[in-house]
């Protein structure tokens, strides 16, 4: 039985356009993860190698999933996701193998990317076993070797997300390995007027609602904050009537009441 079963294989359906704001990162993973698959030929006439890894760092609900989605559903490739610690947690005792099964899978799917959340994860498990290694060394060597492997393979990406890039091994970091940082940081208010108009564009909308407001009083959201307060505004609108038609402005200032702005701090500031 394969370890890996349960890693669901998809090619997602987001736009750049479903991610508000981040304009350099979209522009830095277009550069790093698309064109390496689509013009392969420049850069081997050009002598160059496209970065193997992409690690994504940033605070929480800033969209780091959102953009490695989209850049896999805009560029047409596979999609395997897979969490670090699920590594330990799934595949007990299959863990070296489950990495192998994963860039097996993701080989036989190219054009492919493999998504890594929480990859500050594989570094948690210490505690050695009998042999004198731990599961996480194990795992971690397994997870170099595979991605050594990659450099002639320009069809298969591998992209990392983490909250902790103070908790990742730094072996991870070596070139070739995950030679590209990008930082996604949480958005600013014209950002934040963005992100609105995404999550509201999908529900039926008052005329009064203004998104500028909207952005002015949700200093300290971020896109996961105010996806959330666009579902209670919609709860709101339904617990009023169950006749509702739309959302309005009271409803959307109600639910930002409500609900507390994550604060997450710029990791660049
Ligand atoms: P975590 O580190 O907690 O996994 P993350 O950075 O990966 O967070 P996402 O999972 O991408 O964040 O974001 C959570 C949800 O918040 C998204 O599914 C989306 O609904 C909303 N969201 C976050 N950022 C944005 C954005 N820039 N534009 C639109 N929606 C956003």
Not at 47 to 53: E, H, Q, S, V
Not at 151 to 177: C, E, F, S, W
Not at 189 to 197: G, M, P, S, T, V
Request: aromatic residues 6%; proline residues 6%.
């Amino acid at each position: 039985p394969s370890a890996m079963r349960e890693v669901i294989l998809e090619v997602p359906k987001v736009n750049w356009d479903d991610v508000g704001g981040q304009r350099e990162v979209k522009m830095q993973l277009i550069e790093a993860v698309e064109w390496p698959q689509k013009h392969q030929e420049a850069f081997n006439r050009i002598g160059t190698r496209p970065p193997t890894g992409v690690l994504m760092f940033g605070p929480p609900g800033c969209s780091k999933t959102l953009l490695a989605r989209a850049v896999a559903s805009e560029a047409g490739l596979n999609f395997l996701a897979v969490k670090g610690p699920e590594l330990y947690s799934k595949w007990v005792g299959e863990s070296e193998k489950a990495v192998r099964t994963l860039f097996a899978k993701a080989r036989a799917n190219s054009p492919s990317i493999i998504f890594f959340d929480e990859i500050d994860g594989l570094a948690v498990v210490r505690g050695k076993e009998s042999d004198g290694i731990s599961v996480s060394d194990r795992v971690m060597s397994q997870l170099l070797i595979e991605l050594d492997g990659l450099h002639q393979r320009v069809n298969v990406t591998v992209i990392a997300a983490t909250n902790r890039p103070d908790k990742i091994d730094p072996a991870l970091l070596r070139p070739g390995r995950f030679d590209r940082l990008l930082y996604v940081g949480p958005p600013d208010e014209k950002d934040r007027e963005a992100i609105f108009h995404i999550h509201l564009k999908k529900m039926p909308c008052s005329s009064d609602i203004c998104v500028e407001e909207l952005a002015r009083l949700t200093s300290g959201c971020t896109g996961a904050d105010i996806s959330l307060i666009c579902r209670e505004a919609a709860i709101a609108a339904i617990e009023e009537s169950l006749d509702a038609s739309e959302i309005t402005m009271e409803h959307l200032k109600a639910a930002i009441r409500q609900v507390p702005p994550s604060e997450v701090h710029s990791y660049q500031e």
